[in-house]
């Protein structure tokens, strides 16, 4: 599903108009300062989901949409209890922030507790909804960028001040809740003064401004007791090699992990630092291109220990490869740290950011889990938006609820596929002609080529087995 050129103008616009709605919400009729008159009250007498009760597990049979029929949270498998393998998480800008916005039509989604402001008030009140939604799903996490949850000011002051006050009361929320914030990050990529990237800016006053920027955003993600801190790269790549000085900005890029890392340490965060790779989307090439990229970019700048990665499933897509690979990759190097679970359209081939609905995937991606004994600190954060023509309240809770089934039928096949074997013996045996002495000697790096030669010439002609492909297929089918 690799993106088709024809579409890049398409999803870039598509791209800043989502994120520019998501920010201001339409129609926006009152200044985001702390004084504004309008707006001015954060209560909301009633319920923000009335009729919508606990989300309880309630089994395969069951036609109640409003119920899990394969999330058994307190269930064990495989030793682990289900709520634990995925810790699954709502993305504050998607679930509170979307407005169903595209590049040819205005929002779609108006949800009743929305006055049209951008204001503080506004701000705290969508916050109390956020903590009853994820109370009322029974996931255990939330995440978050600073400027979903808290407007931006006309100074950094302001933004501060604003992002304290909403803060506060998140804080409060998760203390009566024993809710936790999986991951917090800064947005820096919908203000225009990002538009030559944040930390690759071609421009000095925005790198401070990023700097000063993630700070904030990293002090605040402590202070809720985050278990990870999110680096996604939006706009850090290029749109011309022509007028770009890449390896300078990749230069940039690391001393500004290097400055992260150091204020992480001097705030004593203890979190999980995460990049999250995407080729494309908005910038035309961005540096975090995929797992293996960020991988070696790490290992480049001596950053290797101190960052995992967040590997997002439409992001993989993007990149030209299956989620499977990019969780393969991200695990055997270590460095797999969280999952932003979500799916792209194989027809549409853009960020379309659904849930992932398709059990064979789910199943690939938690054999992947499983390998790695599960992925905390980090979880399953749904980075997922409803589609545009889905405009009831309820719909935000359907979502979810497949999407978290699909997972839990996922975890389910793949413990089945653990439990039998047969797929990991399929495997071993594939590999069995260096269970030998001689395949010690390669695998221990004391085989040299003259060595192997005299090999080769002693047995003559290598005979060479079937991949069973179809076999390891079947087997996987088996397991659905
Ligand atoms: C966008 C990214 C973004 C990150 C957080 O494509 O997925 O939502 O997860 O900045
Ligand atoms: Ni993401």
């Known amino acids: 599903m690799i993106m088709k050129s024809g579409k890049l103008l398409l999803l870039l616009l598509s791209f800043n108009v989502f994120y520019y709605a998501a920010v201001n919400c339409a129609p926006q009729t009152c200044p ?20 919508i009760s606990k989300i309880k597990y309630e089994g395969p049979s069951s036609k109640n949409p409003l119920s899990f029929k394969w999330h058994n949270p307190e269930e064990e498998i495989l030793g682990k209890k289900m709520k634990d393998w995925f810790r699954f998480s709502v993305a504050f800008w998607h679930t509170f922030r979307g407005t169903g916005v595209d590049p040819f039509g205005a ?57 304290d006050e909403v803060v506060a009361l998140a804080h409060e929320l998760q203390r009566q809740s024993k809710k936790r914030v999986l991951w917090g990050t800064a947005q820096l990529f919908v203000h225009p003064r990002y538009m030559h990237g944040a930390a690759t800016s071609s421009e000095l006053a925005v790198y401070a401004y990023a700097a000063a920027q993630v700070k904030k955003a990293l002090e605040v993600t402590h202070y809720l007791g985050g278990e990870n801190y999110v680096f996604w790269g939006g706009r850090e790549g290029y749109q011309s090699l022509l007028n770009t000085d890449m390896e300078r900005e990749l230069n940039h890029l690391a001393r500004f992990f290097e400055a992260a890392v150091a204020h992480k340490k001097k705030i004593g965060f203890n979190g999980t ?35 995992k990665l967040n590997i997002e499933c439409n992001h993989a897509t993007l990149s030209g490869h299956s989620c499977h690979h990019e969780l393969e990759t991200a695990r055997i190097n270590g460095l797999l740290g969280n999952i932003d679970a979500n799916t792209g359209d194989p027809q549409v081939g853009w960020d379309t950011n659904q849930f992932l609905v398709d059990i064979q995937e789910a199943t690939m991606i938690m054999l992947s889990v499983i390998r790695n004994g599960g992925i905390a600190p980090g979880g399953f954060n749904f980075d997922v938006k409803l589609r545009r023509e889905s405009t009831d309240v309820e719909d935000l809770f359907i979502a979810h609820i497949v999407g978290m089934d699909t ?36 695998e221990a790096g004391k085989a040299d080529f003259d060595f192997l030669e005299k090999k080769v010439k002693e047995w003559g002609e290598p005979k060479v087995a079937s991949a069973k492909q179809e076999l390891a297929e079947m087997i996987f089918q088996n397991a659905m």
């Open 107 to 163: 929002p779609t989604k108006y949800w009743p507790w929305e006055d049209g402001t951008n204001s503080l008030s506004m701000a705290k009140r969508r916050m109390r909804a956020n903590f009853e939604f994820i109370n009322k799903l029974g996931v255990d996490f939330w995440c978050f960028h600073d400027r979903d949850i808290a407007p931006d000011g006309k100074t950094i002051e302001e933004s501060n001040e604003n992002l």
């Open 273 to 307: 630092f995460l990049i999250e790779p995407k080729p494309q989307e908005p910038t035309k090439h961005q540096y975090d291109w995929d797992a293996a990229t960020a991988a070696n970019f790490l290992r480049k700048y001596g950053l290797i220990g101190e960052f």
């Open 32 to 51: 985001a300062t702390k004084d504004a008159k309008c707006g001015d009250s954060d209560d909301w007498k009633a319920e923000f989901f009335p009729g």
């Open 407 to 442: 997972m839990a039928r996922g975890l389910r096949n793949a413990a089945k596929l653990v439990e039998d074997g047969s797929l990991a013996e399929l495997v071993r045996k594939r590999y069995q002609s260096f269970d030998t002495e001689i395949g010690a000697q390669i």
